[in-house]
């Protein structure tokens, strides 16, 4: 499903498409976004989509107990990601 979001006078609004009517959802938005620079009361249009072909299963935000990322290197000696040139044999 797509979604185009806005405000009209202050009020939350939203017109939902199938998925697979990305160009149709498209020119809608810019259609409001024309209404906005002709005057009309029109603020904060978006587009969401949430596509089946898409969607990862459920249970993707929980890792794995032995998933280890960290944004921070936890000792800045150890080397992080994968080799770029050629190794070095010894």
Known sequence: MIVVFWLENAQPRARSFPSDALAPALAFAEELRGSRRAGEPISH??????????????????????????????????????????RDPG
Do not use: F, M, N, T
């Open 45 to 86: 249009v978006a587009i969401q989509s949430e596509l089946p072909q898409s969607v990862g299963p459920a249970g993707v935000s929980d890792p794995a107990a032995d998933y280890a990322h960290y944004k921070r290197r936890i000792d800045p000696a150890i080397p992080l990601g994968r080799p770029s040139g050629p």
